[in-house]
C-alpha cells in the first residue's frame, strides 16, 4: 500500500513541476517561440546539399544548416541543433524566412527580424537569433564557394 501512494505522490509532483515548467515557459517566450520549439519545421540534413555550415555559437549551442539551390534561390533550408528550445524556434524560423529568397536577400536577413518573426526572445536568448543568421550565412559562403546556385567567383 505504501509503495502505491509514493507513486500517485510521485505522479502528482511530476504533474505540479510540468505545470510550473509550462507557466514559466509561457511568462518568458511568445507563444510562436514556443511554437517553433515544440514542432520544428525544417529540422533535418540534405544530403548533397549545395550550401552547408557547421557554426558553435558562444554559449556552446552548435547550429547545422543545410541548403538546396534553383539557380539562385533556396528551394530547401533544413537545420539540426543541439541548442536550446528557443535556439531551435530561431533555426526553424530562419530556414522558413530564407526558403523562396535569392542568395543575396537572405544574406541580408540578420537577428533582429527574426527575433521580430517570433515576437521577441529574452535578452538573454537573442544570442540564438545571431547564432542561426551567422549558420545561414555561411551556408550560403559555402554555395558562393562551390559555385553552387549558378554563381562564379
Not at 31 to 56: C, F, M, Q, S, W
Not at 95 to 116: C, H, P, Q, S, W
Amino acid at each position: 500500500m505504501a509503495d502505491r501512494r509514493e507513486a500517485i505522490d510521485f505522479a502528482r509532483w511530476v504533474e505540479q513541476l510540468q505545470a510550473e515548467i509550462l507557466k514559466r515557459e509561457q511568462e518568458l517566450f511568445s507563444a510562436k517561440v514556443l511554437a517553433e520549439a515544440r514542432d520544428p519545421k525544417n529540422l533535418g540534413a540534405i544530403l548533397d546539399a549545395d550550401g552547408h555550415a557547421l557554426v558553435t555559437g558562444p554559449c556552446g549551442d552548435t547550429m547545422e544548416m543545410f541548403l538546396r539551390v534553383d539557380g539562385t534561390r533556396i528551394e530547401r533550408a533544413t537545420f539540426l541543433t543541439d541548442g536550446c528550445g528557443p535556439t531551435v524556434a530561431c533555426g526553424s524560423m530562419l530556414t522558413r524566412m530564407a526558403r523562396g529568397k535569392r542568395l543575396e536577400e537572405a544574406a541580408a536577413i540578420e537577428a533582429t527580424e527574426v527575433i521580430a518573426a517570433l515576437d521577441g526572445l529574452p535578452e538573454e536568448h537573442e544570442h540564438c537569433a545571431t547564432l542561426a543568421v551567422n549558420t545561414l550565412h555561411e551556408a550560403i559562403a559555402s554555395c558562393r564557394r562551390e559555385g553552387a546556385g549558378g554563381l562564379v567567383h
